[in-house]
């Protein structure tokens, strides 16, 4: 699937960090990864921090489908209001679920400490504002319900709003433990280091065809050569429908544009945070280390790519007017406008683990806005399931029954 429009943001700004030679031999491996964008770049680094011996293999160049478009806020929140998720799944499950998206969040910022990577890495906060004033008792019965399971939130009035800001919703919550990041330097990165722990990456290296054996998997390659492995992590985003035996999710098509860098930033509240909104589908907002404004949304029922990308002129130019109505007093020029296709659940949550009906095999699927999220929390939790160790996040986010009590 052709995921991104051309000319995505962050490679034309970062470049090629890094190339890996295409695999043109047989291999062998105890794990092998399909997929080299942020999640496969997340599950490598886990294993090779683990000592597990991997291959990563991808079609395309590295961190060139999804996360080369990804705008890459980082956020604990959910597509699912948590106090919807509670009517879903039950309400430990979804404390709980929205705990370890904030826990997450923080394993990101010490990986990145801990590497050294230079990704862009910065802890926001998070506005999430009222749309309309129809959506004020929903945004309330939000505000309580996480307030209640001791996430650390403000209830920003009208008042609040227009004090700090040109932003002039009804209301909005402010969440802290947010983050923001450039995800296809952050995937390089982790790449890299995972590489220099020996594991093995071949880009340009398309799977053909995938033959589950009693001791593991064989894929063929494109190029012909065959991985054999023992265990096999599918972390190819929203490509990954074709290695599961039904359909979980439905495709849509958003639109991101980026600035120049401004000069200041004058209106934009609480220290340049993360802002997104009620309004579904909604608009998302951010700012970047070198001092650019990002604006997402508008977001349509995926068709093909080439109805997605038909509609890129009239996108950017609602977004572009959205930007100035938001920001009137911040002087800017659009620099780039791209779209995606991303995947989302019923639920807002991811999928990660084993499927009982593929062997041999672990997803780590973070469909949804939180992507990056899901895909920490996903790299932890198939680490520990191939080192033979419990992880209590199975029955959160494992293929196995949402529903919950609490």
């Known amino acids: 699937m052709d995921l991104l429009s051309p000319e995505p943001f962050w490679p ?31 599950v490598a680094w886990e294993l090779a921090d683990a000592g597990i011996d991997t291959i990563v293999l991808d079609r395309r160049e590295t961190a060139h489908g999804s996360t080369a478009g990804s705008t890459s806020l980082l956020q604990y929140e959910i597509d699912e209001p948590l106090h919807r998720l509670m009517r879903q799944v039950g309400t430990d499950r979804a404390v709980r679920s929205y705990q370890r998206c904030r826990d997450a969040v923080d394993d990101i910022a010490a990986l990145v400490a801990r590497l050294g990577l230079d990704c862009g890495f910065r802890r926001r906060t998070s506005l999430l504002l009222a749309s309309r004033a129809a959506h004020l008792p929903q945004l309330r019965r939000e505000f309580e319900a996480r307030r209640d399971a001791g996430f650390l939130v403000d209830w920003w009035p009208r008042s609040q ?10 209301a909005a919550i402010l969440s802290h433990d947010a983050a923001e990041v450039d995800s296809y330097r952050l995937a390089h990165g982790l790449l890299g280091a995972a590489h220099r722990r020996g594991v093995r990456i071949h880009e340009r290296t398309a799977v053909t065809r995938t033959r589950f054996t009693a001791g593991g998997v064989e894929l063929k390659t494109a190029r012909g050569g065959t991985v054999r492995a023992r265990r096999l992590v599918i972390a ?20 991101a544009i980026v600035t120049h860098p401004v000069k200041t930033f004058s209106g934009w509240p609480a220290d340049r945070c993360l802002i997104w909104e009620t309004a579904r589908p909604y608009l998302y907002l951010r700012t970047t280390e070198d001092d ?32 100035k109505q938001l920001f009137p007093r911040i002087a800017f020029e659009v620099a780039g406008a791209w779209a995606g296709t991303f995947a989302v659940t019923a639920h807002g949550l991811p999928y990660i683990g084993r499927h009982p009906a593929v062997p041999h095999t672990w997803f780590a699927l973070g469909f949804g806005g939180n992507g990056v999220v899901f895909s920490q929390l996903g790299a ?25 009590g609490g």
């Open 12 to 42: 034309r700004r970062d470049g090629l960090p890094a190339t890996y030679a295409p695999l043109e031999r047989d291999a062998r491996c105890e794990v092998a990864i399909i997929g080299a964008g942020i999640t496969g770049a997340l």
């Open 292 to 323: 650019r404004m990002i604006v997402g949304g508008y977001d349509e029922p995926f068709r093909d790519p080439v109805a997605r990308d038909r509609l890129l002129g009239a996108k950017r130019a609602a977004l572009h007017r959205r930007l």
């Open 236 to 255: 190819a985003g929203y490509e990954a429908g074709m290695f599961l035996p039904e359909t979980l999710t439905a495709l849509h098509s958003t639109y």
């Open 380 to 404: 932890q939790m198939i680490r520990d399931q191939i080192q033979g160790r419990a992880n209590a996040d199975e029955a959160l986010f494992g293929f196995g029954p949402r529903r919950g």
């Open 161 to 170: 709003l227009t004090r700090c800001s040109t932003l002039s919703q009804p």
